[in-house]
C-alpha cells in the first residue's frame, strides 16, 4: 500500500475512553463527521473534517493538514484547525490504516487512531483524548 490510497472520504467517529462498560453506546460518543483526505506522493496530506448535518445551515468545517508514511503499515499525523464559527479549534491525530485481511468478507479501508483536544475551547480544556475510527465510504 502507498500513502496516495488515504486519499477518500470516510465516516469518521471517535469515542470517549471510558474504561468501564457503558449500557448506552452513545455514553462513548466523542464525534461523528465526515473526513475527506487528499494524500500526495510525498507524504502530504490535506483535507477536511466536516460536523454536523443539519440540512440548510452551512457545514461546520476544519481544515485537516499533516504527512503520512509506509512502514509495515501506512501511518499518518494530522493537525485540525476550525473555520469560523469553530475557529479556536484545535485537535491533533495519529493514525494508523488498519490491516485488510485477505480472506475478509466486504472489508472497508479503516483508520484507527487516537485523538488530542490541542487547544481549550469554550469550557472544553486542552488534553482531551479519544481514540477514533474512520471508514472508507463508497467511490473511493
Same mark, same amino acid.
Given at each position: 500500500?502507498?500513502?496516495?490510497?488515504?486519499?477518500?472520504?470516510?465516516?469518521?467517529?471517535?469515542?470517549?475512553?471510558?474504561?468501564?462498560? %457503558?449500557?448506552?453506546?452513545?455514553?462513548?460518543?466523542?464525534?461523528?463527521?465526515?473526513?475527506?483526505?487528499?494524500?500526495?506522493?510525498?507524504?502530504?496530506?490535506?483535507?477536511?473534517?466536516?460536523?454536523?448535518?443539519?440540512?440548510?445551515?452551512?457545514? @461546520?468545517?476544519?481544515?485537516?493538514?499533516?504527512?503520512?508514511? %509506509?512502514?509495515?503499515?501506512?501511518?499518518?499525523?494530522?493537525?485540525?484547525?476550525? *473555520?469560523?464559527? @469553530?475557529?479556536?479549534?484545535?485537535?491533533?491525530?495519529?493514525?494508523?490504516?488498519?490491516?485488510?485481511?485477505?480472506?475478509? @468478507?466486504?472489508? *472497508?479501508? %479503516?483508520?484507527?487512531?487516537?485523538?488530542?483536544?490541542?487547544?481549550?475551547?469554550?469550557? &472544553?480544556?486542552?488534553?482531551?483524548?479519544?481514540?477514533?475510527? &474512520?471508514?472508507?465510504?463508497?467511490?473511493?
Amino acid at each position: 500500500m502507498n500513502v496516495t490510497e488515504l486519499t477518500g472520504t470516510y465516516t469518521y467517529r471517535s469515542f470517549l475512553e471510558l474504561p468501564d462498560p %457503558v449500557n448506552d453506546f452513545n455514553e462513548l460518543r466523542f464525534a461523528q463527521a465526515e473526513l475527506r483526505l487528499s494524500a500526495e506522493a510525498d507524504g502530504t496530506v490535506s483535507g477536511m473534517l466536516i460536523l454536523g448535518d443539519v440540512s440548510g445551515t452551512p457545514p @461546520i468545517v476544519m481544515d485537516m493538514t499533516g504527512t503520512a508514511s %509506509v512502514s509495515s503499515r501506512v501511518s499518518f499525523t494530522l493537525s485540525g484547525r476550525g *473555520r469560523p464559527p @469553530i475557529e479556536d479549534f484545535h485537535y491533533e491525530y495519529d493514525g494508523i490504516v488498519l490491516r485488510h485481511w485477505e480472506t475478509g @468478507i466486504d472489508q *472497508r479501508m %479503516v483508520l484507527a487512531g487516537t485523538v488530542l483536544r490541542a487547544e481549550r475551547h469554550g469550557d &472544553a480544556p486542552a488534553g482531551q483524548t479519544a481514540s477514533f475510527l &474512520a471508514v472508507r465510504r463508497d467511490g473511493f
